[in-house]
């Protein structure tokens, strides 16, 4: 257990729906990055949040969005899902900025199949 | 950062060591270097990382040469568990933040 958490962990929806992955980085850790993997493709950079706020982006959809809470906890938002969107969705978290010490550390992802 | 190289793949024979070579020959005097593996459709799991000594962890074992433009990850008694994606970056100490880019890494496939 890395001690990132991710939920759900499979989830398997029809296009256009819209779909909410969580995720709770690891005790102590202010900052979340989230990562799109499709199937047999590398990892994709989406966003990125500091104590609540969005630090860096990466080539995230619009229709895909994001947040961290007060509690540190972020949610990434799926909306009008398309076949392509299918892929596992991995968050990571950090101390401070991923750099010197503070290493990414990865939940196990969630994984989304749109039909 | 800058930029890495890595063999797209690799294999290994069970019980040998596996070594894994990452060239960065931009690197820059502050840039550390991380490795981290992926295990099929798990989360990536960080490996090790030094600065210009090497280091050795319970994992594995990080050679950087002296001119810092290219590393060795030592596996040093591979097992088929082992058998994932080896992603090596270069990240500058800094405070501020920017994109994380993993770039394809190296597949190493250990076989009995």
Redesign the interface.
């Known amino acids: 257990d890395?001690g990132?958490t991710q939920t759900p962990k499979h989830l398997i929806t029809a296009t256009g729906q819209r779909v909410t992955l969580r995720c709770s980085p690891r005790s102590g850790d202010l900052?979340v990055?989230w990562?799109q993997q499709s199937l047999d493709q590398?990892?994709q950079?989406l966003i990125?949040y500091?104590n609540g706020e969005e630090?860096?982006?990466?080539n995230i959809l619009e229709r895909f969005s994001a947040q961290q809470f007060p509690d540190l906890h972020s949610e990434l938002n799926l909306s009008s899902l398309e076949l392509g969107d299918s892929a596992?969705y991995?968050c990571?978290s950090s101390v401070?900025?991923?750099?010197?010490a503070n290493?990414?550390?990865?939940?196990?992802?969630s994984?989304l199949t749109v039909l | 950062d800058a930029k890495t190289t890595q063999p797209p793949s690799m294999d290994c024979a069970e019980g040998r060591a596996a070594n894994l070579p990452c060239n960065h020959s931009t690197i820059s005097g502050n840039e550390?270097v991380?490795w981290?593996r992926?295990i099929h459709?798990?989360?990536?799991?960080?490996i090790i990382?030094g600065l210009k000594n090497n280091e050795t962890n319970e994992m594995a074992s990080l050679i950087i040469t002296e001119d810092r433009k290219s590393s060795t990850l030592i596996l040093p008694h591979a097992t088929l568990r082992d058998t994932a994606v080896y992603y090596c970056i270069v990240?500058?100490?800094?405070?501020?933040?920017?994109?994380?880019?993993?770039?394809?890494?190296t597949s190493l496939s250990v076989i009995p």
């Open positions: 890395s990132v900052s990055y990562y590398g990892l950079f990125q500091y630090r860096a982006k990466g596992l991995f990571a401070g900025p991923f750099s010197g290493v990414l550390t990865f939940g196990a992802g994984r | 550390y991380y981290y992926q459709s798990q989360g990536p799991q960080y990382h990240r500058v100490k800094k405070t501020s933040y920017d994109k994380v880019i993993f770039g394809p890494g």
